[in-house]
T-cell receptor
């Protein structure tokens, strides 16, 4: 059971280059998220997808686009990378609404992160 | 709007001593509360949650947290700290009464350092 898988783990870009971060989950979760983590800033939500076919902006969406390709996959694209986008990016999925014998879920499951440097 | 505050950027404790990492929250409805831990160069891992029921919840690695509605707090505790508990800890809140996806809000994180 892999959980949430992100690729690539590391990437160095030049200003203006584009790239896509890939994320896939195998837990049949409806909701998926992209966060960035910067020192002293905690986790900031970039975009989320409440269900297959829907996406919504989070706190810091500028400079990013997303695609919810299917229920498993949620990608994050930087069209023209800027040094301010140097960060660690995390994908997460969410069992919200899935009831188990243990009751309501609601915790997020995170990938291992993608460290992006923009020169 | 919902919010989470972790008032301490860093907590230092000696191995074997009890530890507390503080979290306060603000929501309009009844909160779902979570603690996550992040080890260096890793993703966040779920530790424990409060949804409903007993105010004292127990989680992974001997951690527990107490939900205090009157003080709007959800402090993380452990009776005896280990050096291996050194990590970054995040508190998070969700408000199901907010409708829609009730997006989680995270605190800024508290770095726990356990000294041998």
């Amino acid at each position: 059971n892999a959980g949430v898988t992100q690729t690539p783990k590391f990437q160095v870009l030049k200003t203006g280059q584009s790239m896509t971060l890939q994320c896939a989950q195998d837990m049949n979760h409806n909701s998926m998220y992209w966060y960035r983590q910067d020192p002293g800033m905690g986790l900031r939500l970039i975009y989320y997808s409440a269900s297959e076919g829907t996406t919504d902006k989070g706190e810091v969406p500028n400079g990013y686009n997303v695609s919810r390709l299917n229920k498993r996959e949620f990608s994050l694209r930087l069209e023209s990378a800027a040094p301010s986008q140097t960060s660690v990016y995390f994908c997460a999925s969410d069992g919200r609404g899935l009831r188990t014998k243990q009751g309501e879920t609601g915790e997020l499951f995170f990938g291992e992160g993608s460290r992006l440097t923009v020169l | 709007a919902q919010s989470v505050a972790q008032p301490e950027d860093q907590v230092n404790v000696a191995e074997g001593n009890p530890l507390t990492v503080k979290c306060t929250y603000s929501v309009s409805g009844n909160p779902y509360l979570f603690w996550y831990v992040q080890y260096p160069n890793r993703g966040l891992q779920f530790l424990l949650k409060y949804i409903t029921g007993d105010n004292l919840v127990k989680g992974s690695y001997g951690f527990e947290a107490e939900f205090n509605k009157s003080q709007t707090s959800f402090h993380l505790k452990k009776p005896s700290a280990l050096v291996s508990d050194s990590a970054l800890y995040f508190c998070a809140v969700r408000d199901p009464s907010s409708g829609g996806s009730y997006i989680p809000t995270f605190g800024r994180g508290t770095s726990l350092i356990v000294h041998p």
